[in-house]
């Protein structure tokens, strides 16, 4: 049930981001084949409207990806030992637990501690990570960009699930809760660097404004750097548990 709920949460988050961007994706790949085949792009300036139906498709398509990676989190918050041996634990550590070196044929799976200072690096690293990603949050909608209504609810979503794993890196010193939390993690980076695409697209406007306005450049440029901490906070999430969890499996192994 656990795994269900987790594919089925990264399918639907997956279909969320792909919905969201379609209207702009479908643009840039047809004025880019436009100009490799040398047509006049002045021919196509109603291709631009296509564009606009992003601001449409982006909040959908982030009302989708949000209830995907909730739903996805709460798959990997109930999965179990078993649900994580055949990736975290070696044949040997699976056959000494009591199995044949198969999840479905071995006993109930204990999965080792993790290092007592391993763990402790995990719960400051998130923590850092939740407080770094709140002072941009907070910082763009109070000081560079200030949104009301709805908007400020998006613009705290980054903060409420760095938020969420702080608590889940609680239970980082077990075994299992850390890849809980890897899992869980594991997902919603993903969908942030994918996320990371939309400022990146609007980039050069950001930066034409700069040049032609230099008495809003402070409110500009933080706009810019507001705009990429989620991306940076997630990239370096993806690596920094991804290298706990190598650290964790050669431990395993060499046990």
């Given at each position: 049930?656990?795994?269900s ?32 085949l ?20 982006a ?69 850092f ?29 980054p ?24 899992q ?72």
């Amino acid at each position: 049930m656990a795994k269900s709920s987790v594919k089925t949460g990264g399918i639907l988050a997956g279909a969320g981001c792909v919905f969201g961007i379609a209207p702009m994706a479908i643009m840039f790949a047809i004025g880019g084949i436009a100009s490799v085949l040398g047509m006049d792009l002045n021919a196509l300036n109603g291709l631009s409207v296509l564009g606009w139906f992003t601001f449409f498709t982006a909040p959908l398509g982030a009302v989708v990806v949000i209830v995907g990676l909730v739903i996805a989190i709460v798959g990997a918050t109930k999965s179990t030992s078993s649900d994580f041996a055949e990736s975290a634990m070696s044949t040997q550590g699976q056959v000494k637990s009591g199995g044949t070196g198969t999840p479905s044929d071995a006993k109930p799976v204990e999965l080792p501690p993790l290092p007592s200072g391993l763990a402790r690096t995990v719960k400051i690293a998130y923590a850092f990570g939740f407080v770094f990603v709140l002072v941009g949050c907070v910082m763009r909608v109070t000081v560079f960009q200030p949104f009301s209504g709805i908007m400020v609810f998006f613009d705290f979503v980054p903060a409420i699930f760095a938020g969420w794993f702080v608590f889940l890196a609680r239970n980082a010193h077990e075994g299992l809760g850390f890849l809980r939390l890897y899992q869980s993690q594991l997902f919603v980076s993903i969908a942030g660097c994918v996320v990371a695409l939309w400022p990146l697209v609007t980039l050069d406007t950001s930066l034409s404004l700069l040049e032609y306005d230099d008495s809003s450049a402070f409110q500009l440029v933080g706009t810019i750097i507001t705009d990429f901490i989620p991306a940076v906070a997630s990239l370096a999430s993806l690596v920094f548990a991804g290298v706990v969890r190598t650290m964790y499996r050669r431990g395993l192994k060499s046990s």
